[in-house]
């Protein structure tokens, strides 16, 4: 048990177990269930948007894809994610569906895949409640949740709702010190903190969550949020980036890493692509193969991709047979 005050490592993430037989479409390799998925070398995810657009009629995709688009996104790709914002960047008068609300909707909706937060905004939730809340859904979901999450940046959504936006620094630690009692509160029976900016005392937080989400911290400045990353997350996500700039984050990190005594190679290397434009040819196919694989090659095994308002369902079966096999292909 970590003492009250003290920052806990991150745990290594462990893959779901079952007691009973499996269900259909999981596989058993000693105890440990996988789907085909998440056997795979390189993952993909579909960002839903939560936005509603003069094309839908102000009515959120999240919604309008829900009977066509995302059964068959679910087919194919790992997991379904959501953004972290209060309304949208078009208009603020846009509909804007709130990210828990809707990631525990398609976690009940489509229930054969992963889903998360790309990423919660540290300062919109207090970090106990969200302890609680992630273990209430992981319950319900059994086993499906990532919990990305980060130091927030939008300053005017803080300032339109009322919550305080400190400067970098602070919102680094207050991070550092929600992850500390989330996982203290997943982990231990009465747990207690007290930081410099959240404190608890005695938290019970039943269930237990089978199995521990993995925390997938989001961020990149190379002086405050890199360093904890290193220290404290299981998954690492960044957003679009070249494959050089990309080289001197990542090996940043690593060297971060090394110095608190951790093996990088226990990060999942994560990116989030937005605009991306599904195939429609399969040459357009090839060149995103061509646009991947240099970072596959720095050691990303997940994107996260938001590919915004899709209408037909050809090109998602097409970026599955003609992209994501093709990077798998032993």
């Known amino acids: 048990m970590t003492p009250a005050g003290t920052l806990a490592p991150a745990p290594s993430f462990g893959c779901r177990c079952w007691d009973a037989p499996p269900p259909p479409g999981f596989l058993m390799r000693s105890g440990v269930v996988f789907t085909e998925r998440t056997m795979t070398r390189i993952n993909f995810g579909w960002i839903v948007p939560a936005t509603g657009i003069p094309e839908t009629n102000g009515v959120p995709l999240a919604i309008t894809q829900q009977d066509e688009i995302l059964p068959v996104v679910a087919k194919h ?42 990423v919660l905004g540290v300062g919109y939730r207090h970090p106990p409640l969200l302890a609680k809340m992630s273990v209430s859904l992981q319950a319900l979901c059994e086993g499906r949740l990532i919990l990305g999450i980060g130091a927030g940046w939008r300053t005017e959504e803080y300032d339109a709702y009322g919550y305080p936006f400190p400067k970098p ?10 992850v ?60 679009p980036a070249s494959p050089a700039e990309y080289r001197r984050k990542r090996d940043l990190l690593h060297r971060e890493a090394e110095a608190t005594g951790r093996d990088p190679g226990e990060i999942v290397q994560t990116m989030m692509r937005n605009g991306v434009n599904l195939p429609q040819t399969t040459v357009e196919s090839a060149r995103l ?25 050809e090109p998602i079966i097409r970026f599955a047979e003609e992209v994501m096999r093709p990077l798998n292909q032993v």
């Not at 620094?169 to 929600?178: C, D, I, Y």
């Not at 400045?221 to 404290?232: F, K, N, S």
């Open 169 to 178: 620094a602070v919102r680094v630690k207050q991070l550092e010190e929600a």
């Open 180 to 239: 500390t009692i989330i996982r203290k509160m997943w982990t231990e029976t009465a747990p207690s903190f007290k930081g410099d900016y959240f404190e608890i005392e005695r938290a019970y937080c039943p269930p237990r969550p089978k199995p521990l989400p993995p925390i997938m911290i989001g961020g990149e400045g190379e002086q405050l949020m890199l360093p904890l990353i290193a220290r404290q997350a299981d998954w690492w996500n960044i957003g």
């Open 289 to 313: 193969i061509e646009e991947l694989q240099p970072l596959i090659d720095l050691g990303i095994t997940y994107f996260m991709l938001d590919c915004g308002h899709v209408t037909a369902t």
């Open 77 to 118: 790709f790992h997991s379904l994610w959501v953004f972290d914002h209060f309304y949208g960047f078009r208009q603020p008068t846009d509909a804007y569906l709130e990210s828990w609300s809707t990631l525990t909707w398609l976690a009940a909706r489509f229930p054969q895949v992963m889903v998360g937060t790309i």
